[in-house]
């Protein structure tokens, strides 16, 4: 019996498992227990009861589903002799309707009661009170038929309901064996839970490394081992010497010859971007975004403070600084001869493409992971003529991307850059504008292909890019393009795969000017199989074929016709290059007249005595001293470096002499030469500006501060 249910609920239990509805199984269980006369005992549950009475319920319990054989195995075998006599007659009456098989130990009971003895051993019939004896049939066999046996079942809500009530009666038992189950599950739980946050660290890892160094596969690329190995001095010379004496070890003939012949691989890309776009190349789960990036000059212009147009990227800001610092004379720009700058303007971009997403889509989810928008009504590129301005973390951007936005001007720039220079003390203005002010600028696109006409339709194109009234008219008609967001790193974005301080346009813009400048007219021209090696732009041949050799004579007129060509500046220039500079041959004649005067060591030491001891400010004494250990060779190439050294300034001053004496009095074409090559120089309003007052001074005696 089940101990935590009560005398009524064991009894309905075989009902609820035959499916009975409660009212009937209730009404049944109850007529049983009359039955065996415990009417009076419904509530009481198995514990509370004597083993007499338990033996009852279980009776009561077989009758309950109305039998027509009851199974008896030893009902009196742990009962006193009274109460088993209790209980065989209520088999006893029980009997008069069923059929009662009893298996028992008890001969007496099974004397008083039984009408039928069946005695076994060993699983052997040892004697039949009352055996089968065989006779005739008096009755035909009713042919049984054969019902398909019935699932024993009960409802959801009654299974559920004895569930609950034996959890609910063994609390501590159910607590424990909970508590028991929950640290397995929990257990389970963290080691998943750990196995998913290693994995997802590493993901994350590797998606901020890649996205910050991508795999980067170019047309073409070259093996810098050999340079490496170069630099670090491992180069191994191929011979084998003894270590007898000095050897030498060409180092810087290694680092040279690496770097003139360096290996280079041609790479298919053609092949690979097809292979990249086929369908389960089996790189669709190991791959975030595929960028294609194309070697294509993005012309964009944005309108500066004054309202005019200014070409928006880093090169073109120092070409405007160079102009409005030195008035264009790159000579005397000591930016040209600083490398750092060049290097440092090919690593930077203004303008950068926006790595694709999935399906067509512009922006990848990458990157809207990484950045994050700010601004009301900033949002991300959904066009070709839309793009971005990306933010540092602290809001900024750099002055190159300000003057890429037309808020600064490049010549306030170069009034800053040679105040440093001067080492004056710069005020550096902290500007500020709200995001209103930078959503919705616009900018204008032109493609390359649109700063070249054939304006005399005869086949050959010219750059108009240096007209500035041509390119204003061109600017003003090109594609409209429109900053619709602003971004900036999210505050746990360990790497930015745009960086910052950048305006980043979409694939699709990329895309657009490709095609545009395929479809141009100068692109079709040069592509046109009459002009396969005809350069558009120069009207000369890419290859010259069957060149007959020039003769001097040739060569002499070939020279004629291009001085006449000339203007007057270029003439002027080259007449004073042409007088400042002796021929080799005369160089050589002179040279010889020179030194016939220096035969012996003892001139030699003279003259190079008096010329060391004018330049270097030594005593005479001192400079004796150096020469005792110089062989006579060594001083005669002193001479003659000295000697040419002087006819060459001679050559200079004399060429000066003459452009002078031109000055003084010129001629028409004279004067045209000379006033053209000064405009040359003149070329903006600083440089006038600074000429006229240094003439004005001489002129007048007023000071420069007044004159300007």
Same mark, same amino acid.
């Given at each position: ?9 064991? !009894? ?7 499916? !009975? ?19 009076? =005992? ?42 088993? !006599? ?203 975004? !595929? ?76 990157? =809207? ?340």
């Amino acid at each position: 019996m089940i101990s935590h249910q009560t005398v009524l609920s064991n !009894v309905e239990l075989a009902l609820t498992l035959s499916g !009975v509805s409660k009212e009937e199984r209730r009404r049944r269980a109850k007529e049983a227990l009359f039955k065996v006369g415990l009417a009076d =005992q419904l509530n009481k549950k198995p514990n509370q009861m004597s083993g007499g009475q338990m033996q009852r319920v279980a009776i009561a319990r077989a009758l309950v589903n109305n039998p027509d054989i009851l199974l008896a195995d030893e009902p009196t075998g742990a009962l006193d002799t009274q109460t088993s !006599v209790q209980i065989m007659e209520i088999l006893k009456e029980i009997s008069k309707e069923k059929l009662i098989i009893m298996v028992t130990h008890n001969a007496d009971l099974a004397k008083t009661y039984s009408t039928r003895i069946v005695k076994l051993l060993d699983g052997e019939v040892r004697s039949d009170s009352r055996p089968v004896e065989e006779g005739p049939v008096v009755a035909e066999q009713k042919e049984v038929k054969k019902k398909g046996k019935s699932k024993t079942a009960m409802s959801f809500f009654t299974a559920l309901s004895l569930s609950l009530n034996n959890l609910m009666t063994k609390k501590t038992r159910t607590f424990l064996t909970s508590f028991a189950g929950s640290i397995g599950i929990i257990g389970i739980a963290l080691i998943l839970a750990l196995s998913n946050g290693i994995q997802t660290y590493i993901d994350d890892v590797q998606e901020d490394t890649l996205s910050s160094y991508p795999i980067s596969i170019h047309r073409e690329e070259a093996d810098i081992s050999n340079i490496i190995t170069a630099l670090t001095g491992k180069e191994k010379n191929d011979y084998q010497h003894e270590k007898d004496a000095v050897y030498a070890n060409t180092v810087m003939y290694d680092l040279f010859n690496s770097l003139v012949n360096v290996e280079k691989t041609q790479n298919n890309l053609k092949q690979f971007k097809e292979f990249l776009e086929r369908d389960n190349n089996g790189l669709e789960e190991y791959v975030t975004s !595929v960028l294609y990036t194309y070697d294509i000059k993005m012309n964009i212009y944005a309108t500066d403070v004054d309202g005019k147009y200014i070409k928006s990227d880093y090169e073109a800001l120092m070409k405007t600084m160079m102009r409005a610092m030195y008035g264009g004379n790159a000579s005397s720009n000591p930016l040209s001869s600083m490398g750092g700058m060049n290097s440092f303007g090919n690593r930077y971009e203004v303008w950068k493409q926006i790595i694709p997403g999935e399906n067509g889509q512009l922006v990848s989810n990458l990157l =809207q992971d990484q950045y994050e928008l700010v601004g009301e009504g900033s949002r991300w590129p959904k066009a070709k003529d839309e793009v971005i301005l990306v933010l540092d973390a602290d809001n900024e951007i750099t002055d190159i991307t300000q003057y890429a936005l037309g808020l600064l001007s490049a010549e306030k720039m170069a009034e800053n850059t040679l105040a440093v220079m001067r080492r004056e003390e710069v005020k550096v203005e902290n500007n500020r504008w709200d995001y209103d002010e930078i959503l919705g600028r616009t900018f204008k696109l032109i493609l390359s292909s649109d700063q070249y006409t054939d304006s005399n339709n005869d086949g050959v194109w010219e750059n108009i890019s240096e007209n500035e009234t041509a390119m204003d008219l061109i600017i003003s008609n090109g594609m409209i393009i429109k900053i619709v967001g602003i971004v900036r790193p999210n505050e746990n974005a360990t790497a930015t795969a745009l960086g910052t301080g950048v305006l980043a346009y979409t694939q699709a813009l990329a895309e657009y000017i490709i095609d545009g400048v395929a479809n141009s007219a100068v692109y079709r021209a040069q592509a046109d199989a009459k002009n396969a090696n005809y350069d558009i732009f120069t009207g000369l041949p890419f290859v010259e074929e069957n060149v007959e050799e020039v003769s001097p004579e040739e060569l002499l007129q070939i020279a004629k016709a291009y001085f006449s060509g000339l203007n007057i500046q270029e003439k002027a220039v080259m007449y004073k290059a042409v007088l400042s500079e002796p021929a080799e041959e005369e160089l050589k004649r002179l040279l010889e007249g020179y030194l016939v005067n220096y035969t012996t060591r003892e001139e030699m030491e003279e003259a190079i005595l008096q010329h060391l001891t004018m330049e270097s400010g030594m005593s005479r004494e001192k400079v004796v001293e150096y020469l005792r250990g110089y062989s006579t060779d060594e001083l005669k190439k002193m001479i003659v470096s000295a000697l040419t050294e002087m006819i060459l300034s001679q050559y200079k001053t004399k060429g000066e002499e003459t452009i002078n004496q031109i000055i003084a009095a010129p001629g028409e074409k004279e004067l045209a030469a000379i006033k053209a090559q000064y405009a040359g120089y003149l070329q903006n309003r600083t440089s006038k500006i600074a000429y006229i007052t240094g003439v004005w001074t001489q002129t007048t005696g007023m000071s420069e501060s007044a004159v300007a």
